[in-house]
């Protein structure tokens, strides 16, 4: 099938840790502005013990993020006891977290998915793993590229911090190499109606993420809906999931091929706060 500059498919490239990403066993670079991606030998079944990279790269400055149809998916594989973490085979975005939000195994196949580019970005990666315990047909994902992502909170603008509204804004800008992050005022209860931004700046091409631990996290616990639960004030990467109520995690947050920087959004609504959060970080060169 003929390649244009509109229209890709996946391109595989077989090696042996010559990229230096050590246990990548394959990588495939994707350049239109659709395509698609399948996994290794698809629609036969893949092989175990792969590990596999696909750059899908931006083709333009106007591009914010890329849409996902997954049009096949059969990759077996254990859930997590919660539920939404796949943790033998999977197809993952590799720079989202929590990771529940951007793994993908078993059979939902017919669903769509948008993620956005990091600042600076010009790639955003997906990574297929698969171990020893079986196999199954794999994927075929169609992509696309977006140029409106406003919204899955592309651009978003920080709010006043009460009482200092006019001359201070929820913004922080962290180039230091570990700290900690945290909502206004803590441990007091953070204000209502806030929207702050956390920027990591990526200040060395060679820092592959951020290492984030809570110590407290505090936020109003989720409201039932007939889909599931809801966040009114959350904590999130933009196009990835949404994080709310009382909870630990640890993670590597991955800066994007390219990208300069990172970002996470906290927002309350109109209701009274809680004791909100305090997470530590610290920039990492091996992820």
């Known amino acids: ?11 595989w490239i077989i090696f042996s840790n010559c990229r230096g990403d050590i246990g990548i066993s394959c990588y495939s670079r994707l350049e239109g502005e659709e395509g698609v991606l399948e996994s290794p030998n698809y629609p036969s079944d893949y092989p175990s013990n792969q590990d596999c990279n696909y750059d899908i790269v931006r083709t333009s400055s106007s591009v914010c993020g890329i849409r996902l149809y997954i049009e096949d998916l059969n990759i077996p594989g254990s859930i997590t006891k919660g539920g939404d973490v796949c943790v033998n085979d999977y197809i993952a975005v590799e720079s989202c977290v929590p990771e529940g939000g951007a793994r993908f195994c078993g059979n939902d196949s017919g669903i769509s998915h948008h993620y956005n580019f990091q600042p600076g970005a010009t790639a955003i990666r997906l990574s297929f793993h698969s171990d020893s315990s079986g196999s199954g047909r794999g994927f075929r994902i169609k992509y696309k590229m977006v140029e409106d992502c406003s919204s ?22 962290i180039s230091e190499p570990s700290g900690t992050i945290n909502t206004p005022y803590h441990p007091k209860n953070y204000p209502e109606n806030l929207d702050c931004v956390y920027q990591f700046v990526r200040t060395n091409p060679n820092l592959c993420g951020v290492r984030m631990k809570t ?29 709310c109520g009382k909870m630990e995690f640890s993670w590597f947050a991955r800066y994007q091929p390219g990208a300069t920087s990172l970002e996470f959004h906290f927002h309350s609504d109109e209701s009274t706060g809680l004791s909100g959060f305090l997470i530590s970080f610290e920039q990492v060169y091996n992820c």
């Open 152 to 173: 899955y909170f592309y651009d978003i603008v920080p709010s006043g911090i009460p009482p200092l509204v006019g001359s201070a804004t929820c913004f922080t800008r």
């Open 1 to 11: 099938m003929p390649i244009t500059n509109r229209h890709q498919i996946v391109q």
């Open 215 to 243: 110590i407290k996290f505090d936020l109003q616990s989720p409201m039932d809906t007939p889909f599931g639960g809801a966040c009114s004030d959350f904590f999130h990467m933009p196009s990835c999931g949404f994080l």
